[in-house]
């Protein structure tokens, strides 16, 4: 069933023009309580936030939703989307909602729904919520009217959560982190979680006005923060974006290390301890083929999925893997958490670096990722129905044949087709990418 609101990652848009506007995260408040209304217990909602200004607006539509419909709400403020899912789970809630929208500017916001398992809402949840926004919904009694509090523990407890996930036996004593927060929801918890695990922390990102959430800073502009590692001489820079569930590291030298490695260097270590579930781990169909042959060369093996991470969680669960993520740096331990968590992730790359006794820059690098090229462009019509556009690509499948690979998609917001390819060389990527654009151009 195609769906009107939720995308791929729950509701997203330009706050105050639909559907991201108040009213509209009121009749979401309603919609999704009175879908999770079952039984006779009090039922509740916890509901938390990262640092837009317009996170107040929703967060205080979203209230009166939920209240009006007989829910209980839990207000945590400013904090991750993988801290929102985890304290769902802890504290016996029906619900979680985290007004949000990532890495995205500050204009913008979005309503992600966790269920009482802490896990993101199945599609047939969404739409039956869907179905009952666009209907009449049974408001409660004025007797049966939800309240509202604010828990001032919680950061407290994600970061007691978030600590435990970092081996007993281990310390940050002697290290030296840059940490980039994107003045966004991790602003207070993540260097206060490497500080009291011994790290020598230097935060940036870390002054949230309302306006400046990943504004030249964090996962998606991680310039500064790796700038900050060699001025300071800092072993490692961590930055995560907006709502912290994205995680991308620089090592000593400054150089960027994506999710791509820090998957391979995870997943190979947990394998060696009797770790990792599964003998391999879960990424989606933009990881770099270098990964790809790197866990062929160690005997573990990689399924591709969609582009998305709720995806990634789909087959990580169905198939019994404890390690996924996306090149991007959303990475999944399920272990530990049942969303992407930048915070829980960089916590076991430290680790690792603890064991190693040697630079980022040696335990990160894992393999030399393939040339990769990424080209997206406009079309009209149906070109990838087209007999010739047909035929290049097989063509072009049929001459990276054991040396690369092709990527084709649609873009799912826009008029877009992406072409993506990859190879030991080069000049013959660029090419082949080069000619498909083209023909799909017409």
């Known amino acids: 069933m195609a769906r009107k609101y939720f995308g791929t990652d729950g509701i997203r848009g330009l706050t105050n023009h639909a559907p991201m506007t108040a009213a509209m995260a009121m009749k979401v408040g309603m919609a999704a309580g009175a879908h999770f209304v079952r039984g006779n217990h ?18 205080n539509a979203m209230v009166a939703g939920f ?16 801290a929102v899912a985890m304290l769902v789970h802890s504290m016996r809630a029906d619900l979680g909602v985290m007004i949000s929208a990532s890495h995205n500017p500050f204009a913008d916001n979005g309503i992600k729904l966790f269920g009482p398992d802490g896990y993101k809402l199945s599609d047939e949840d969404e739409a039956r919520i869907e179905a009952l926004i666009e209907g009449d919904i049974p ?21 007691h959560a978030a600590k435990s996930t970092f081996p007993e036996s281990l310390t940050l004593d002697g290290l030296k982190v840059v940490v980039d927060c994107a003045n966004g929801a991790a602003y207070q918890v993540a260097p206060s979680a490497l500080w009291e695990l011994g790290a020598d922390v230097i935060a940036l990102g870390v002054e949230p006005n309302g306006l400046n959430i990943n504004k030249g800073v964090g996962s998606t502009a991680p310039e500064t923060m790796c700038e900050t590692v060699v001025a300071s001489g800092a072993h490692l820079g961590i930055a995560l974006d907006g709502d912290a569930d994205r995680l991308i590291v620089a090592d000593e030298t400054g150089k960027i290390v994506d999710g791509d490695q820090l998957m391979a260097t995870i997943a190979t270590n947990w394998a060696k301890r009797g770790k990792l579930a599964g003998n391999g781990l879960v990424a989606t169909v933009m990881s770099n083929l270098g990964l790809e042959r790197h866990l062929e060369a160690q005997g573990l093996g990689l399924i591709r999925t969609a582009v998305g991470d709720r995806y990634v969680l789909e087959a990580m669960r169905r198939d019994g893997y404890n390690v996924g993520g996306e090149q991007s740096g959303h990475i999944i ?12 992730a960089a916590l076991q ?42 035929a290049l690509i ?15 998609r649609k873009s799912g917001t826009e008029p877009v087709i992406r072409v993506m390819a990859e190879g030991d060389d080069p ?6 990418v080069n000619r498909i654009c083209a023909a799909v151009a017409g």
């Open 42 to 59: 009090k039922h509740r909602v916890v509901i938390g936030k990262d640092t837009r200004l317009s996170g107040y607006m929703l967060e």
């Open 67 to 82: 209240t009006a419909v007989g829910m209980d709400v839990v207000l945590v403020g400013p904090m991750p989307t993988p």
């Open 139 to 159: 408001l409660a009694e004025p007797a049966n009217i939800g309240r509202a509090r604010r828990v001032e523990d919680a950061r407290g407890r994600y970061i």
């Open 333 to 344: 331990l399920s272990d530990y958490a049942t969303t992407g968590d930048g915070l829980i």
């Open 349 to 390: 790359i430290l680790a690792e670096l603890v064991q190693a006794g040697a630079p980022a820059s040696e335990v990160l690098h894992r393999f030399d990722p393939l040339p990769q090229r990424l080209k997206s462009v406009r079309y009209t019509g149906a070109p990838l129905e087209d007999d010739r556009v047909k």
């Open 394 to 408: 097989a063509a072009a499948e049929a001459e990276l044949d054991g040396k690369g690979r092709l990527l084709i």
């Open 427 to 432: 000049a013959q990527v660029e090419a082949v």
